[in-house]
T-cell receptor, first 110, second 113 residues
Framework: SQKIEQNSEALNIQEGKTATLTCNYTNYSPAYLQWYRQDPGRGPVFLLL???NEKEKRKERLKVTFDTTLKQSLFHITASQPADSATYLCALNSNYQLIWGAGTKLIIKP | DSGVTQTPKHLITATGQRVTLRCSPR?????VYWYQQSLDQGLQFLIQYYNGEERAKGNILERFSAQQFPDLHSELNLSSLELGDSALYFC????????????FGEGSRLTVL
């Protein structure tokens, strides 16, 4: 069956450290994958898009990798700050639709 | 500000009633998507429109319907409401069917009592 999975448990990280979130998928062959941030009660906000022919993409303190062999994307936040605390969602394209993971809640402790 | 406008922001109604949620996409975006998010749950895709035409359907109940008008705004109609329909309803827009990022509105919070 087709699945997209993110860590269901909250991830607690000390401020200043690098947070790494995982998105795994099975039985999809996405041309690209996207990461979004969602704060409680708010709409998701687009962060980064990475295509299948790109290994890595960076934006300020954010870095995304995409390994089509492992069927995995990693999302890194370096020098994490309490303001980075949120739920992070990955989404991949399939048949002109976006398939969403359930999200990982990230908590950055001061 | 994403540029996507949703109204109303909050709505409280009773079981059995009908409500209409409205979405204005970002200027220039042709695709509109509707999502449902119940408390502490993931995004559930309901339906997508592209330039007035239905493009994809997700887990949308028969009691729910939607349309996209010539001016590209969209409405989601929820009827015969049940307690379980209480949720945040998000609208998102994109330039084209999802080869680009989605821009989400702030959502309409529906409470069914």
């Amino acid at each position: 069956s087709q699945k997209i999975e993110q860590n269901s448990e909250a991830l607690n990280i000390q401020e200043g450290k690098t947070a790494t979130l995982t998105c795994n998928y099975t039985n999809y062959s996405p041309a690209y994958l996207q990461w979004y941030r969602q704060d409680p009660g708010r709409g998701p906000v687009f962060l980064l898009l990475i295509r299948e022919n790109e290994k890595e993409k960076r934006k300020e303190r954010l870095k995304v990798t995409f390994d089509t062999t492992l069927k995995q994307s990693l999302f890194h936040i370096t020098a994490s700050q309490p303001a980075d605390s949120a739920t992070y969602l990955c989404a991949l394209n399939s048949n002109y639709q976006l398939i969403w993971g359930a999200g990982t809640k990230l908590i950055i402790k001061p | 500000d994403s540029g996507v406008t949703q109204t109303p922001k909050h709505l409280i109604t009773a079981t059995g009633q009908r409500v209409t949620l409205r979405c204005s996409p970002r200027s220039g975006d042709l695709s509109v998507y509707w999502y449902q998010q119940s408390l502490d749950q993931g995004l559930q895709f309901l339906i997508q429109y592209y330039n007035g035409e239905e493009r994809a359907k997700g887990n949308i109940l028969e009691r729910f319907s939607a349309q996209q008008f010539p001016d590209l705004h969209s409405e989601l109609n929820l009827s015969s409401l049940e307690l379980g329909d209480s949720a945040l309803y998000f609208c998102a827009s994109s330039v084209a069917p999802p080869t680009r990022e989605l821009f989400f509105g702030e959502g309409s919070r529906l409470t069914v009592l």
